[in-house]
């Protein structure tokens, strides 16, 4: 039987309409083209809030042309001992299906530790998200998802799947790498207040906790994420950041840009928010 993963948090996160999806994601893009990437961190949260900082990323891992993106998701809900991959069929959205890799998937199934297992995927979002953005920008595209936990295994993975994209990439195909994670959930709602209730924690929870994090990403320090992550809560998708630092790497990336770190306060333009989460978007570029 052929799978077909259905989109959970269309007409939530984003318009579940195919006209008014292909709007609203026409209405995120930047004017200014793309860089070309090998790689991008992206943000999951619901488009009103996050989609244009995810596609100002988007836009470069276009630029590239991909063949195949691999997408490295958070596990919000589902913590197996193991990296989950959906690895045939089709994912389908308000626009249509975007196919997966199967040459690409079977061959990461064979060569890493992960398992073909589409259970993880089917309640969580962190991917869904990218995918209508991607169909406007590259159609052609296939991808391969890849749900990968906070543990200490997670640059490994990325690692072992890099080398994978690079040997697709030296026979003619060409693979880019998105990670897909929110920064810091900070305020009551999360139950995360260490410096104070209000604007004084929000702050803290930007200019501090989350550079924290962005920093090592910056560093290219893959096997430093998840550590980070899980001492400081500075991340929902650990696991996704190390992962895509590390297959990025292996494909030929040597400095991560940073396009856009912002928060949810910031762009409801709240300054009594109590809650807030944060928002990076940057690409993983091959210098010199």
Not at 161 to 183: I, M, N, P, Q, Y
């Amino acid at each position: 039987m052929r799978l077909v993963r259905q989109p959970i948090v269309a007409g939530r996160f984003y318009p579940a309409d195919p006209v008014a999806c292909r709007r609203a994601v026409e209405a995120l893009l930047p004017r200014e083209p793309g860089t070309p990437a090998i790689g991008a961190i992206v943000p999951h949260a619901g488009w009103v809030y996050s989609g244009a900082t995810a596609a100002l990323a988007l836009v470069g891992i276009a630029a590239s042309q991909p063949d195949i993106v691999v997408f490295f998701g958070a596990a919000h809900s589902t913590f197996l001992e193991e990296a989950s991959i959906w690895a045939s069929g089709a994912w389908r959205t308000p626009l249509g299906e975007v196919l997966v890799d199967e040459d690409l998937s079977g061959a990461i199934l064979a060569s890493a530790r992960v398992a073909a297992d589409p259970r993880p995927h089917e309640r969580e979002h962190s991917i869904e998200v990218q995918l209508p953005i991607l169909q406007v920008l590259r159609p052609e595209a296939r991808i391969v998802p890849i749900v990968v936990q906070p543990k200490a295994w997670a640059a490994t993975i990325g690692r072992e799947v890099g080398a994978v994209a690079r040997a697709a990439a030296e026979v003619g195909k060409r693979v880019a790498v998105v990670g897909s994670t929110d920064l810091t959930h900070y305020g009551p709602a999360y139950g995360f207040e260490p410096a104070g209730r209000g604007s004084v924690g929000v702050r803290w929870a930007k200019e501090k906790n989350d550079r924290r994090l962005v920093r090592l990403i910056e560093r290219l320090a893959a096997d430093e994420i998840v550590a980070e992550t899980s001492a400081n809560l500075n991340a929902c998708g650990g696991g996704a950041i190390a992962a895509t630092i590390s297959a990025a790497v292996a494909l030929g990336a040597s400095r991560y840009v940073e396009l856009r770190h912002t928060t949810s306060a910031e762009i409801a333009a709240d300054p009594d928010a109590l809650n807030s989460v944060g928002y990076e978007s940057g690409l993983f570029l091959a210098v010199g």
